[in-house]
Nanobody, 126 residues
Framework: VQLQASGGGLVQAGGSLRLSCAAS????????VAWFRQPPGKEREFVAA?????????YYADSVKGRFTISGDNAKNTAYLTMNSLRPEDTAVYYC???????????????????WGQGTLVTVSS
């Protein structure tokens, strides 16, 4: 599946953004879709995932739980990451990823995903 991420930008602390991940080639309904991010000078880290095969169960990193929401629209073959109460430490390049078959113990592991979008930059100013 080919992925195209968009929606990044500059926002003040406390603000909101919604990232989109449009897929082509395969439908999201058979994929696990995740968002990862890479802050400046740091390693890529897990943000959120949605596991469609379990009925859309969602997983979040502790750092974003309660502020970010992952969702999807199968009709549009698009996944979203809605980010509220943004903090300067959320500044990063955000990537969407997908995998057709993933075991739940690996859902937070970047290497478990075979398809990646190009990344979209989110900058949160203080």
């Amino acid at each position: 599946v080919q992925l195209q991420a968009s929606g990044g930008g500059l926002v003040q602390a406390g603000g909101s953004l919604r990232l989109s991940c449009a897929a082509s080639g395969r439908t999201f309904s058979r994929q696990t879709v995740a968002w990862f991010r890479q802050p400046p000078g740091k390693e890529r880290e897990f943000v959120a995932a949605i596991h469609w095969r379990s009925g859309g169960y969602t997983y979040y990193a502790d750092s974003v739980k309660g502020r970010f929401t992952i969702s999807g629209d199968n009709a549009k073959n698009t996944a979203y990451l809605t980010m509220n109460s943004l903090r300067p430490e959320d500044t990063a390049v955000y990537y969407c990823a997908a995998s057709p078959s993933i075991i739940l113990s690996n859902i937070r592991v970047a290497q478990a995903y075979g398809s990646w979008g190009q990344g979209t930059l989110v900058t949160v100013s203080s």
